[in-house]
């Protein structure tokens, strides 16, 4: 079986020795003569998977103590409602708007009633950056930023500095690069980009935040619910929560989450340096200040600095021939986008930019 070259955004590209592992547990687990799904979500053998899955993320991803580990369903996009119902206070909120992801968790909170401001967007630059200078109140119930922008390409360089507690979606980069907790209060990531595959989401909260009960907010959808029952009140993703330690496993094997980001240093310079190098033939869309490491967007441009999707729309068959799937970009701004999640390797991105040059000099 030849494996596709896969530049998905999500879900999106795993370590083929973690689908092989996955192949070779799934009806015998490590000799328990039961699948991991079908075990007991309360018995020793999965229990002990839970627990490696939460002490691992806190190892590699040197989560401080006062800090929690929530593992959660719904996806990211029912953080965008979790986040206002258990962190609203009746105060303030402030959001930055760098695209559809932060939009739409600004929908959530809207919808909620909560008194809530944009105070940064780059919205008119069609979200090819992160809004500079942003500055937030000192006294918010939260301060929202979206870490790096699946759709647009775009990704914050550090976190803004604030005095509020600050909530970060980092679905596309979680265990990409080391965070800077300091900065930190609630992080959350569905985990079919970077950490497995759909089914679970990981929250990393500081346990003063998340502590509070509410009681006009569902059981369920209650922070505090899942944290005393350390994220088994009820039937976990156990799939999902499996995938999750493998891959927890995979970047601890490879060195951990330095060596995941100096490799996606390396690939995405990779990729930025040929866009760079093609003499306007493509153009990325973000702005180098923000570039992200992870969702490389760019189109083919024609001479006039349009965009040429005639030739876009024949780069991305040609490339889907060659084995090079997941490169069209999103609905929304249309062009190429080209994920390097942590589970690229530098060879799929070394064969996207050869066929970039040699497609470049055939169609000039
Ligand atoms: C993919 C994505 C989401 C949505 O994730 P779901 O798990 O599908 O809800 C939210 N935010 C960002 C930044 C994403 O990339």
Known sequence: MSRKVNFSAGPSTLPKEILEQIRDEIVDFRGEGLSIIEASHRSKVYDDIHSEAISLLREIYKIPEDFEVLLLQGGASLQFAMVPMNL??????????SGSWSSKAIKEAKIQNINFETIASSK???YDRIPENIEFSDDLDYAYITSNNTIYGTE??????TKSPLVVDASSDILSYQVDWSRVDLLFAGAQKNAGVAGVTVVVARRELIERESSKTPIILRYKTHLDKNSLYNTPPVFAIYTLNLILNWIKSIGGVDEVHRRNQQKAKLLYDTIDSSGG??????????????????NIKNGDGSNNSELEAKFIKEATKLGMVGLKGHRSIGGLR???YNAMDIDGVKQLTQFMDNFKSKNL
């Open 338 to 340: 080209a994920s390097l």
């Open 156 to 161: 914050y360089r550090e976190f803004p500095e």
């Open 88 to 97: 609203y206070r009746g105060g303030k909120v402030e959001f930055v708007d």
């Open 124 to 126: 008119e630059t069609s």
């Open 281 to 298: 033939f493509y153009v990325g869309h973000a702005d180098k200040s923000s570039r992200s490491l992870m969702n490389v967007t760019f």
